[in-house]
T-cell receptor
C-alpha cells in the first residue's frame, strides 16, 4: 500500500478563494482524521470519520470549513472562503478499527493564503 | 483542551548522548503513543504504550508511563544525527473511538 495520499502537496491561493484538499486513506482503514498544524497551535484535530460518517467535527474552526467522505477511499476538506489565518499544514491520517491502533499520516498539504 | 504538553520544547545534544523528552496529559487514556516528524513531512508512529503498562522498549527507544502522574517519557539512547526531528506524544482517551490528541512537540537536534 502506498500509504495515505494527500493532494496537492502545496497550495497557494488568494484570500476569498475556495480551497479543496484531498485525501486517500489506506485501504481497509475505517477511521479518517483531518488535522491542522501551525506553529502557534500545534497539531489540532479538525474532524474525524468512522466508516465514512463524520463522528466529531467539534474541532472545525468555523462554518467556512467543511469535510466530506463520499466513500471509503476518498475525503475532502474544503475552505470557502479562505482567509490568511487559514495558512497551515493540513494532514490527513487513517487508522484501522480496534483499540490500541496507530494513526498513519499523509505527507500533508501546505496551504498559503495571501 | 485534551492536548498533551511536551517538555522541553527544544533539545540540542551531541551525537552519542541520550535524549529524554517528557509528556504530560490531562485526561484518562487507553494508550499513549509517540510519533516523530521530520521537517516538512508527516508524522510517523514510533511506539505505543497501553494504560496498564509502565515501560516499553523498541530498539533505541524506551518509553515509560505513569498514569497516576499523567505523564510519559521517551528516551532515545545513543542518539544519531538522523534522529533530528520533532517528537510528539499522542493520547487516546477512552470511549472516543480512536481519537488521538497530540501534544505540542519537542524539537530535537542531534549535533554530529
Amino acid at each position: 500500500d502506498a500509504g495515505v495520499i494527500q493532494s496537492p502537496r502545496h497550495e497557494v491561493t488568494e484570500m476569498g478563494q475556495e480551497v479543496t484538499l484531498r485525501c486517500k486513506p489506506i485501504s481497509g482503514h475505517d477511521y479518517l482524521f483531518w488535522y491542522r498544524q501551525t506553529m502557534m497551535r500545534g497539531l489540532e484535530l479538525l474532524i474525524y470519520f468512522n466508516n465514512n460518517v463524520p463522528i466529531d467535527d467539534s474541532g472545525m474552526p468555523e462554518d467556512r470549513f467543511s469535510a466530506k467522505m463520499p466513500n471509503a477511499s476518498f475525503s475532502t476538506l474544503k475552505i470557502q472562503p479562505s482567509e490568511p489565518r487559514d495558512s497551515a499544514v493540513y494532514f490527513c491520517a487513517s487508522s484501522p478499527t480496534g483499540p490500541n491502533t496507530e494513526a498513519f499520516f499523509g505527507q500533508g498539504t501546505r496551504l498559503t493564503v495571501v | 483542551s485534551q492536548q498533551g504538553e511536551e517538555d522541553p520544547q527544544a533539545l540540542s545534544i551531541q551525537e552519542g548522548e541520550n535524549a529524554t523528552m517528557n509528556c504530560s496529559y490531562k485526561t484518562s487514556i487507553n494508550n499513549l503513543q509517540w510519533y516523530r516528524q521530520n521537517s516538512g513531512r508527516g508524522l510517523v508512529h514510533l511506539i505505543l504504550i497501553r494504560s496498564n503498562e509502565r515501560e516499553k522498549h523498541s530498539g533505541r527507544l524506551r518509553v515509560t508511563l505513569d498514569t497516576s502522574k499523567k505523564s510519559s517519557s521517551l528516551l532515545i539512547t545513543a542518539s544519531r544525527a538522523a534522529d533530528t526531528a520533532s517528537y510528539f506524544c499522542a493520547t487516546e482517551p477512552p470511549n472516543t473511538g480512536n481519537q488521538f490528541y497530540f501534544g505540542t512537540g519537542t524539537s530535537l537536534t542531534v549535533i554530529p
